[in-house]
């Protein structure tokens, strides 16, 4: 088993600076149960602190609000990263975007690569969007910048 990290190594940090497939793990603020859900608009402001935008429509708000613990994998650099940290609202509503979103920062507090013993990661996964490319684009261009001025 892998020592934990305090942060994000600089090969990660630069890679969550793009758009990047994650997964985010939080407690269900009604049942107690844990949840995971992927989400593409996470962006590394520094290796101690990873911004996410979140529609208001989901879950995911509530269940960081009422528990801030999150737990983010992240496949990158030939490993599964899990980011284990806190979320904090940074703004609400995010400012910037065509509907109502809210932006959390998660504070790092310890970064494990979750493979099994023996692996390396030999591809990352892939996403296709299914709606307009030109509006996926917007959008996407909308989040990122609303989440760095946060």
Same mark, same amino acid.
């Given at each position: 088993?892998?020592?934990?990290?305090?942060?994000?190594?600089?090969?990660? #940090?630069?890679? !969550?600076? $793009?758009? =990047?497939?994650?997964?985010?793990?939080? &407690?269900? /603020?009604? @049942? %107690?149960?844990?949840?995971?859900?992927?989400?593409?608009?996470?962006?590394?402001?520094?290796?101690?602190?990873?911004?996410?935008?979140?529609?208001?429509?989901?879950?995911?708000?509530?269940?960081?609000? #009422?528990?801030? !613990?999150? $737990?983010? =994998?992240?496949?990158?650099?030939?490993? &599964?990263? /899990?980011? @284990? %940290?806190?979320?904090?609202?940074?703004?609400?509503?995010?400012?910037?975007?065509?509907?109502?979103?809210?932006?959390?920062?998660?504070?790092?507090?310890?970064?494990?690569?979750?493979?099994?013993?023996?692996?390396?990661?030999?591809?990352?996964? =892939?996403?296709?969007?299914?709606?307009?490319?030109? /509006?996926?684009?917007?959008?996407?261009?909308?989040?990122?910048?609303?989440?760095?001025?946060?």
């Amino acid at each position: 088993m892998n020592e934990a990290l305090p942060c994000l190594a600089e090969p990660l #940090v630069e890679r !969550l600076r $793009n758009e =990047t497939y994650c997964l985010l793990n939080t &407690v269900d /603020a009604e @049942s %107690g149960g844990p949840t995971c859900t992927a989400v593409s608009w996470v962006y590394a402001v520094d290796a101690g602190t990873l911004r996410l935008a979140i529609d208001h429509r989901s879950r995911l708000v509530r269940n960081m609000k #009422v528990n801030p !613990l999150v $737990n983010l =994998t992240i496949f990158a650099e030939e490993a &599964v990263h /899990a980011v @284990s %940290g806190r979320a904090a609202v940074r703004q609400e509503p995010l400012e910037g975007v065509p509907f109502s979103m809210c932006c959390f920062d998660v504070q790092v507090e310890a970064v494990r690569n979750a493979l099994f013993y023996g692996a390396k990661l030999d591809a990352a996964p =892939t996403y296709v969007k299914t709606y307009d490319r030109r /509006a996926s684009e917007k959008l996407d261009g909308q989040v990122f910048d609303a989440m760095k001025k946060a």
